[in-house]
């Protein structure tokens, strides 16, 4: 690819992929140096070159060529960028914890909050295609090596934009070029037998491609397995086959497995057609701290009790030893659930460029989401046990805590199928970029979900709780946008409509409209002040339709919830000023001041159902979230020997409920049941957070990076153990201890057996700092008496040790029960975790 100046030494390259490129200079008797050049999605690289009086000498060159340090004149939204270099360099497990780092970004429990938002409000969009779950919204994952950049939109979103409170992660795959070429990476922290290992973990990913079979056609395979039985192992045992006695393979406690194929035809120049297909696969143990013990519990047979006849069998007391014949062995982790999820996505993508500044692009895709969890592979009627019969009631010291006995009470089904037909159309006219667009999608749900699948109801169905349905529903947008220059100030101005439907098979009568519209403005203006500054503001109004599921549960009466086919569109009214500044032309800064009003969330509130003399818990628009902030990030490009990044932020997000479930928790206790008095902090209100990268090296022999993040406390209610109500007023009034972490990772470059060979160590959590993540993570289901979830927080609050906690017997003699520790790691973060690995390049 390449292009040639005109008459004032002006050149366009246009149509170049994602990607890292050499650009080298030819002139008529002399070629300058080549220079590396990486060109990122949505973005602008622009190349300078100073010559002298002498047309065919060349002075010197200057690029400014990484996104992450390029001034944006025209756009007047907030961006960050990660590139491959930084997955392949900083000491991640994938692209969201790389995202993690950046300003404006929280990231607790797996969730990603962008400026305060609830961690359902991010939309994934991959190559154009969003890649969003629409039942439970959840975006799709993708190894390391099949990520070519991926760009975080925070605030600023363009009319194209829809679906996303929040913000937007735009993810562009790799694609193969003109020669073969790859890489293999595996990574382990096993040293020998299983007292020698962290997490008993182990990664292989490849990524490898170049010319298809075919003339102009290319291919790019990505393949990422990673097996490990994580810090917060179980007691459950898994199937290991060994192979010269040290090379072991099976399951672990959490398998996954990520392939990534996109096939690439250049029919011409201005031509392309991919055809791109993800696999993901995910087998997942879980970990539950009354559920990890591996002894014998006592069993009898009952034929008194039935009026039958039939034989009940009872459970008494535990031991980690048999006591006598009476006592069968049990290992309570093997009966957790573990759940499967598997996604695949097959996308055909059409890129035509008409001449300079004029595109157009086809997208269709289908996507699937299937997802289990159960027990054993059972089915609800194979599930052992009944309500209330878990524990040990004739120990009284941990009896009341630790399951003895039986399946852990809850199965799940659910499946979506989503069709998506989308495109783009863009044309420079004069000193107007205009751009217009649509998508069309249909999904398709299955879900079944009950816990104590083995109680009949009334009904005569499986499942205590039993809420199951099948929906379709037609949604579709358009957009129109245009980015208009005008004596040195670009207006960015655009309006989206959007539509969305209920779907034929819910009743007319429970159905106020079955078609939503909304149509969303969106205003920002660019100012460049200088070739080194920009001004940029922006308003804009955002909609997000709610999760499906929200809509279509509680169709039967059993289920504990019920949708709301008259649910509205979630919206956010959102403000931004931001300043980009460039140093040089090796550092960038970027600040942003930002302001969101977040109303009609969803939440429960008693409803009767029409026709019927019941009240249940129904979602409805009724919770409202504000957040407000500041962001700044200081950017050093590679030169000298070091890189390096500072991001920094100050938010505050407060609203009336972190969950949509709060009020549905609550339903069976009345110490939760309140109605909010004003705003409170939300569950990831981290009031400061900063993080720092820096890079060192020589780019021949070896590099180190090193990340270190630290962030204020999060907020938690505190509790007493002798309250009847929740006083609203003291929700989420208390702070957590602030949160640290080290981490690091090394390579070593070398040559042997004319391959390129790559060294690593990589440690996580250096300092094996204790940071609180879940103070009080779940423990359903609930014991007798004090034992819930409630306990760790009561623990904390009273004594300030965390890690779980229940009330048991009175041992000191003071009249009041004493606390005995459970010690629950699921309170804690990973600690110091420590892997080597080696690459190869090809």
Request: aromatic share 12%; charged share 20%; proline share 4%.
């Amino acid at each position: 690819m390449g292009a040639q100046s005109n008459m004032e030494g002006k050149f366009t390259i246009i149509k170049v992929p994602v990607g890292t490129y050499t650009m080298a200079i030819r002139t008529r008797s002399k070629a300058a140096p080549d220079k590396q050049v990486q060109v990122d999605l949505n973005h602008t690289t622009t190349v300078d070159f100073q010559v002298t009086d002498k047309a065919i000498a060349i002075k010197g060159i200057e690029v400014i060529s990484n996104a992450k340090i390029t001034i944006r004149k025209k756009d007047s939204s907030t961006k960050q960028i990660v590139t491959a270099e930084d997955l392949h360099s900083l000491p991640v497990d994938n692209y969201k914890e790389a995202i993690g780092l950046k300003a404006g970004v929280i990231s607790q429990g797996g969730e990603l909050h962008f400026r305060g938002g609830r961690g359902d409000e991010v939309l994934t969009i991959v190559n154009g295609i969003a890649s969003r779950n629409p039942l439970r919204a959840e975006g799709v994952d993708l190894g390391l090596l099949a990520v070519s950049s991926s760009e975080q939109v925070l605030g600023g979103l363009d009319a194209q934009y829809g679906n996303a409170l929040s913000g937007v992660i735009n993810l562009t795959t790799r694609e193969g070029g003109d020669k073969f070429g790859g890489e293999i990476r595996y990574f382990t922290d096993r040293y020998g037998e299983a007292d020698k290992s962290f997490n008993n973990f182990e990664r292989l990913s490849t990524g490898f491609g170049g010319p298809f079979l075919f003339p102009k056609t290319n291919y790019f395979i990505s393949f990422e397995g990673t097996y490990t039985d994580t810090y917060l192992r179980n007691t459950a045992t898994h199937q290991e086959h060994r192979f010269l006695n040290f090379i072991r393979l099976g399951n672990r406690q959490s398998n996954s497995a990520k392939l990534s194929s996109k096939l690439t035809f250049k029919l011409t120049p201005n031509e392309k057609l991919n055809l791109e297909v993800i696999k993901n696969q995910d087998l997942i143990g879980e970990y539950q701290n009354r559920w990890n013990r591996a002894g014998f519990v006592q069993v009898r047979q009952d034929s008194t009790a039935p009026t039958d006849g039939n034989v009940s069998t009872r459970y008494g007391a535990w031991s980690y030893f048999q006591v006598d014949s009476t006592y069968v062995p049990v290992n309570t982790a093997e009966h957790l659930p573990v759940n499967t999820e598997d996604y695949l996505q097959t996308a055909l993508t059409w890129k035509h460029t008409l001449g300079v500044g004029t595109i157009y692009n086809l997208r269709a895709s289908r996507q699937q989401w299937n997802s289990s969890r159960d027990v054993l592979d059972r089915m609800p009627w194979e599930y052992q046990q009944q309500p209330n019969n878990y524990y040990d009631f004739t120990n009284r010291v941990d009896g009341a805590y630790y399951v003895t006995n039986g399946d852990y009470p809850f199965y799940e089904r659910k499946k979506t199928v989503t069709w998506t037909l989308n495109g783009d159309f863009s044309k420079k006219v004069g000193s107007h970029n205009l751009m217009t667009g649509g998508d069309i999608n249909y999904n398709d749900f299955g879900f079944l979900r009950t816990s104590f699948p083995n109680v009949v109801t009334g009904t005569g169905l499986y499942g205590l709780d039993r809420d199951e349905f099948r929906a379709f529903n037609p949604e579709g947008s358009f957009f129109m946008q245009d980015r208009w220059e005008y004596e040195g100030m670009v207006l960015n101005a655009g309006v989206r409509y959007d539509e969305f439907s209920v779907g034929n098979q819910i009743s007319s009568a429970d159905v106020t409209n079955r078609t939503k519209t909304q149509i969303s403005p969106r205003i920002g203006v660019a100012y460049p002040i200088s070739d080194r500054d920009v001004m940029s503001f922006f308003y804009g109004r955002l909609f997000q339709v709610p999760d499906r599921q929200f809509i279509y549960v509680g169709r039967l009466f059993s289920a504990n919830s019920r949708g709301n086919p008259n649910l509205e569109p979630e919206t956010t009214i959102s403000y931004q000023l931001g300043i980009q500044h460039l140093f040089s032309k090796d550092i960038f800064g970027q600040f942003s001041v930002y302001f969101k009003d977040i109303f009609g969330l969803l939440t429960t509130v008693p409803k009767e159902i029409p026709g019927f003399a019941i009240t249940v818990p129904t979602y409805v628009n009724a919770d409202y979230a504000s957040s407000r902030g500041l962001e700044f990030t200081l950017i050093k490009r590679f030169s000298h020997g070091f890189s390096g990044e500072v991001n920094y932020t100050y938010s505050n997000s407060t609203g009336t409920a972190s969950d949509p479930n709060r009020a549905l928790a609550a339903a069976g206790n009345l110490r939760d049941q309140f109605k909010p008095t004003s705003e409170q902090p939300l569950n990831w209100d981290q009031r400061q957070n900063i993080s720092a990268t820096l890079g060192l090296g020589n780019e021949k022999d070896w590099r180190a990076s090193f990340v270190y993040q630290f962030g204020t406390g999060l907020p938690f209610t505190p509790h007493d153990r002798e309250e009847r109500r929740q006083n609203p007023e003291l929700v989420n009034s208390r702070r957590l201890p602030s949160v640290s972490t080290l981490s690091m990772q090394g390579e070593r470059f070398f040559r042997a057996w004319g391959q390129s060979l790559t060294l690593y160590v990589q440690a996580t959590n250096l300092l094996d700092a204790q940071n609180i993540t879940d103070l009080a993570p779940d423990l359903f289901p609930e014991g007798p008496g004090s034992v819930d979830r409630r306990a760790y927080e009561v623990y904390y609050t009273e004594t300030g040790r965390a890690g779980g906690a229940f009330l048991t017997q009175d041992r000191d003699g003071d009249g009041r029960e004493d606390w005995f520790p459970v010690h629950d790691p699921r309170v804690f973060a990973q600690g110091r975790t420590i892997r080597v690995g080696l690459g190869v390049q090809f």
